[in-house]
């Protein structure tokens, strides 16, 4: 019996060792560290956890190469992967969120993020997954979605064939949005795209940016005339057309750094600086000047200013007519009634009408039957109409919160879920609706710090293992390995995990 209880203490001790291994490469995974570094890594643990030896079952089974480590990290994944599917699974109404990049090898991404209001009435965003993207259809993009909620926005705003269009023969009740903070940029930047003086501009910009770059000793000197006039220590920053504030950051930049470079330029007159520092600091009636146009009077700058801003200011509004129509901002400006942030400054007279005519627009969306007969309405009308006039004064008499939508509604949902059944469905909605698409921004953020220069060969599916343990995954000094462990038994037949016999007569263990 002695021999019995030894050998599943050996069968424990050994399962444990493969935990201080998942939190290995666990912790790998969270500081974007290559797998080929987990060989490594484990040897300088054995020198300080005997533990760690338990791995070797065998001499072909030592539990200590790269390929084991990335199956441990696909199998944390996936138990990740698992409790956002079970939370999905429980939602009512799901957002998907999409954007599109490109990786260190240029090749496009497409990445996708879920936003539901869980069981507990809690908001939600997941990181899904990502895919590598071709020249593909509308066609293929509405049948990745059905299948792994994709979509990619270039194909998804056609009004006939575009995803979002296919979206709606399956689902009519689809609200598409495009990303508010996307196309307030896009607005900007077509603006100033048909001007040639900014276009001129922000090539002088980017100029001044390789002249620096090109450099080391002229970024040397700037660092140094900072220093000496006491100035942040800024660098020449480049300029991105696809980075919402790069422009923005390179004026800063300049600006903070303005003394510095008039210094870099007065020590540099003598003829050794290049046209494109040139172009930018100008000297005029012996005054050093940022970028006069190649004019010769001031009264010729401030009207070429004048008609610029001008022509911009009307290529903007153009712009913003267009690409935030009234009929799109509807709905969502609708959904301010089920806040009602300034209920409290409506009179008594007027409290009954308060929101009733942007509580209309939402119905007229998710209350009103569309397409295929079987599919019914998620809201009903009226019921929600009524429950709209009895939770105004439930809301002023409680005193309940009304500065942030999911805090009010969660407090609605646990204290009255019986009574108001159906404005509970209709913020369900609402609080799923994806306004902005800055998450999936953080997401490319993760990704690039992971698939570098070094490491460009990594894969679809790798690249989503190890974004998904970014992402998803819980800071090292939380994570619970029991729910990967389990993972990563059952996947696969794996000797360290074969129950280890006795023969209690002679003692040998197989």
């Known amino acids: 019996m002695e021999e019995v209880v030894q050998v599943e203490s050996k069968q424990n001790i050994q399962e444990q060792a493969v935990k ?10 969270k500081e974007n560290i290559p797998t080929e570094k987990y060989p490594s890594l484990l040897e300088l643990l054995n020198k300080h956890c005997s533990s760690v030896k338990d791995l070797n079952k065998a001499k072909n089974a030592t539990y200590n190469f790269r390929i084991i480590a990335n199956e441990m990290q696909q199998a944390i994944a996936d138990a990740l992967m698992y409790e956002i599917v079970d939370s999905m699974k429980q939602a009512r109404w799901i957002s998907v969120l999409t954007d599109e990049s490109t990786d260190i090898t240029v090749k496009g991404k497409l990445i996708i993020y879920v936003k ?3 069981i507990n009435f809690d908001v939600k965003s997941h990181y ?13 993009f509405t049948d990745m979605i059905t299948s792994v909620l994709k979509e990619r926005a270039s194909v998804m705003t056609g009004v006939k064939n575009g995803v979002s269009a296919r979206l709606k023969k399956l689902s009519p009740y689809l609200t598409n949005i495009h990303c508010v903070a996307h196309r307030l940029t896009l607005c900007t930047s077509q603006a100033a795209t048909k001007l040639d003086t900014l276009q001129q501009y922000k090539t002088v910009l980017t100029n001044l940016y390789y002249y620096f770059k090109g450099s080391s000793v002229r970024s040397s000197r700037l660092a ?15 300029m991105h057309d696809i980075k919402w504030f790069s422009f923005y950051n390179v004026l800063e930049g300049i600006y903070k750094s303005w003394d510095a470079l008039l210094e870099l330029y007065l020590e540099k007159k ?9 172009s930018l600091l100008v000297e005029q009636d012996g005054e050093v000047k940022l970028y006069n146009h190649a004019l010769e009077h001031e009264v010729q700058q401030e009207k070429l200013a004048e008609s610029t801003i001008s022509s911009f200011v009307e290529n ?5 007519q267009k690409r935030f129509p009234s009929d799109s901002l509807s709905i969502l400006s609708a959904c301010e009634a089920l806040a009602m942030r300034d209920l409290s400054f409506v009179s008594q007279s007027e409290d009954f009408q308060y929101g009733t005519d942007k509580i209309e627009i939402l119905l007229d969306q998710y ?21 709209y006039a009895l939770l105004k004064p439930l809301v002023l008499q409680q005193q309940y919160p009304r500065d942030k939508l999911d805090v009010l509604w969660k407090i609605i949902f646990q204290f009255h879920k019986e009574q108001f059944p159906n404005l509970i469905e209709l913020a369900t909605i609402v609080l799923s609706m994806p306004v902005q698409t800055a998450i999936c921004e953080r997401g490319f953020s993760v990704q690039n710090p992971i698939k570098t220069a070094p490491r460009n060969r990594l894969g679809d599916a790798r690249l989503r293992i190890l974004m998904t343990i970014s992402i ?3 800071s090292f000094k939380k994570f619970d390995s029991e729910k990967s462990f389990n993972e990563f038994k059952t996947k696969k037949k794996r000797r360290i995990f074969q129950k280890l016999t006795c023969d209690i007569y002679s003692g040998n263990q197989n």
Do not use: H
Not at 224 to 238: G, M, N, Y
Not at 316 to 320: E, G, S, T
């Open 270 to 278: 003598d003829g050794l600086y290049t046209a494109e520092f040139k």
């Open 472 to 474: 998803e995954g819980p």
């Open 20 to 29: 201080i291994a998942l939190d290995t490469v666990y912790w790998l995974g």
């Open 128 to 140: 899904l997954r990502d895919f590598e993207i071709g020249e593909k259809g509308a066609a293929t």
């Open 224 to 238: 140094k005339i900072q220093e000496v006039f006491d100035l942040p220590q800024i660098k020449v920053r480049e």
């Open 116 to 118: 539901f209001v869980d």
């Open 367 to 387: 209350a009103t039957p569309k397409g295929d007969p079987m599919i019914q309405p998620p809201v009903n009308g009226d019921k929600a109409k009524s429950e």
């Open 316 to 320: 903007l509004i153009n712009n913003l």
